[in-house]
């Protein structure tokens, strides 16, 4: 039988043959010659004292034989019956390759462009201010997370096989690093041609894409199964998977319409923190590290008077990017290529937000996504009022200056394009956001100091950290509790956040179509 152990060596020395063939025979209680292959299950980083790699490692005998993973295969369902699946991001794209696997065909709508248009509307979006409400970060091939660091750990293990996701990743071009990395990562620069790769299989194997497909209307028919509308277009089956992502007001309206049910869900809100990366990485390496060594991030949770504050999305080596998906809002995200070698290092600091946070105007299903919409109309409004030179202009602080209520004189250099204007950030975030925020940026000192500095810069806002609405369904089936055939999926629907969690939510949705 094999053995697992662990084995650390030193980030940038390439491992000893010898010395892991030595710890693997200790492991088995054998001699080194009578060891047989060595497998990597886990890498991760260790900056304790020495710069290390800790493995987590596989040990056979001579003559056995590693058990490997291997993708189930796509079937032909150029004939089959037909699934209708809204929503191209994470959630949707799995789901359809579940089905490929299971021979149903998968009708993929989805409301933007391909990711190779979308990028030209993202492009203009940046330098123009230009907000195409159907072709942004959020919406498009790919959903909002093809254009991020690409971040694939998830604390979700029991949704599922996270291998399942891992290993079709690298069928599509992934590195497969991402399948012993402890923190695996892909890349904004490399995710779109993956995105790509994943349509190119769906549509081979007899799979259907319809982009520029916004969904209008949804109705139930006489004999159970659904028409879609799509403007002038209609599309019909008996199932639907409804992976619409975390941003999709029009799809909950429609729901709130024909009276079927949804509910406020709590999400998060914050700012989107920006230090200079050196910094990050002189922190987590504690003054030790070198060019070779990975590019640092950080995590951190924090409790504030009942809310977690915590990190989210930390993009390391990144830049920061508009998110916006209609005129008169200003929304921030981060996202990093696969080498994450900008000058800077940003995270989502975010505190979590409740239905009983938010008293009136605020009320019913759609309580915190309107509360959610006022934050960043507010955004918009102050930076245009006060000068800005850019549409998506953020309004933003110097981090201690945020913490004791003094508006920036000035602010340091920022990766976000459209630019940052100085403004009173601890006014314009909601009292209950900012008041946990100015507590928790010098408690995260204790923990990595010299993070709270007036280096950081803090731009809001950050909004868009999960889907402030949930359609129910029954746990069991995962149909809509209104709807039998109707499967809420992913991020959109309440029930994912990221690209891992919402990829196996994508996988059981399909596995129960």
Known sequence: MPKEFDFAWKIGKELPDAAVREAAARALGIKPDAVGQVKILRRSVDARQDILYRYRMQAFRAGETPEEYSVPPYQDVSGSRPVIIVGAGPAGMFAALKLLQRGLKPIILERGKDVERRKVDMARLSVQGTVDPDSNYCYGEGGAGAFSDGKLYTRSTKRGDVREVLHQLVVFGASEDILIDAHPHIGTDRLPEIVKNIRRCIEDHGGEYHFDSRVTDIE????????????????EASKVILASGHSARDIYEIFARRGWALEAKGFAMGVRVEHPQWLINQIRYHGKYQ???????????????????????????????????????????????????????????????????????????????????????????????????????????????FCRGIVSKDLPKTSYHPGAISAPLHELLPEHVSRRLRRAFPQVDRQMHGYYTNDALLLGVESRTSSPVRLPRDPETLEHLDLPGLYPCGEGAGYAGGIVSSALDGINCAEKC
């Open 220 to 235: 139930k028919l006489s004999d159970g199964s659904f028409r879609l509308s799509c403007g002038e277009r209609f599309f």
């Open 291 to 401: 060019s070779f060594m990975p590019t640092a991030e950080y995590s951190f949770v924090q409790q504030v008077d009942d809310r977690g504050v915590f990190s989210f999305c930390m993009c390391p080596g990144g830049i920061l990017v508009p998110s916006s998906t209609q005129d008169g809002t200003v929304v921030l995200n981060g996202m990093s290529n696969a080498g994450r070698n900008s000058k800077w290092a940003n995270a989502g600091v975010v505190v979590q937000i409740e239905p009983s946070d938010v008293g009136a105007p605020y009320s019913g299903p759609f309580a915190l996504m309107d509360f959610q919409q006022d934050v960043e109309r507010a955004m918009y409004r102050w930076a245009r009022e006060n000068g800005a030179r850019h549409p998506l202009s953020a309004p933003a602080q110097r981090m201690k200056d």
